[in-house]
T-cell receptor
Framework: GQNIDQPTEMTATEGAIVQINCTYQ??????LFWYQQHAGEAPTFLSYNVLDGLEEKGRFSSFLSRSKGYSYLLLKELQMKDSASYLC??????????WGAGTKLIIKP | NAGVTQTPKFRILKIGQSMTLQCTQDMNHNYMYWYRQDPGMGLKLIYY???????DKGEVPNGYNVSRSTTEDFPLRLELAAPSQTSVYFC?????????????FGPGTRLTVT
């Protein structure tokens, strides 16, 4: 079957670094997405990885290992506004997204 | 560009009533999607469309219907509403022509069925 696993909740301190892990199992694979979702709002796109390696975009980076079925989202220099849920989604062979339940990130001052 | 717009933002339905959730995108995207999101859960795909006149079922289509008569519009119809359909509904769109599959989401419709 198809499955995405990510931690339910994480806590970090303002100014620190946090890594949110995601493992996936899909029928075929066409890439891994990370979205940010603030409470009561729609998801917004953060990153897309289809090749192995690290993609850096400002304070956010995303890593993919296709052989391990593993990805992580790295957030640096955490700010209070980064408090949100982070959704991992894998694209299967039909180009449909399989979504994880999301990781709620709590930032403390 | 307004992006993806959805109406209404909130709605309370009685059991057995019907309604249509509206979704419009102005980005000329070919793909459109309807998801539902229950508290603490991931997004579940209800229906999707790869272009005008073409729709297909997602993971949880029962109790819903869709149509796509134009590129811009993708309404979702709920017939005989049930409490299990209480959820937040998101419409999304994407353009697959260049191999970029990023989905853009509307603001959501919060539906309560009582």
């Amino acid at each position: 079957g198809q499955n995405i696993d990510q931690p339910t909740e994480m806590t970090a301190t303002e100014g620190a670094i946090v890594q949110i892990n995601c493992t996936y199992q899909t029928s075929g694979f066409n890439g891994l997405f990370w979205y940010q979702q603030h409470a009561g709002e729609a998801p917004t796109f953060l990153s897309y990885n289809v090749l192995d390696g690290l993609e850096e975009k400002g304070r956010f980076s995303s890593f993919l290992s296709r052989s391990k079925g593993y990805s992580y989202l790295l957030l640096k220099e955490l700010q209070m506004k980064d408090s949100a849920s982070y959704l991992c989604a894998a694209m299967d062979s039909n180009y449909q997204l399989i979504w994880g339940a999301g990781t709620k990130l709590i930032i403390k001052p | 560009n307004a992006g993806v717009t959805q109406t209404p933002k909130f709605r309370i339905l009685k059991i057995g009533q019907s309604m249509t959730l509206q979704c419009t995108q102005d980005m000329n995207h070919n793909y459109m999607y309807w998801y539902r999101q229950d508290p603490g859960m991931g997004l579940k795909l209800i229906y999707y469309s790869v272009g005008a006149g073409i729709t297909d079922k997602g993971e949880v289509p029962n109790g819903y219907n869709v149509s796509r008569s134009t590129t811009e519009d993708f309404p979702l119809r709920l017939e005989l509403a049930a409490p299990s359909q209480t959820s937040v509904y998101f419409c999304a769109s994407s353009y697959t022509g260049t191999g970029a599959y990023e989905q853009y989401f509307g603001p959501g419709t919060r539906l309560t069925v009582t």
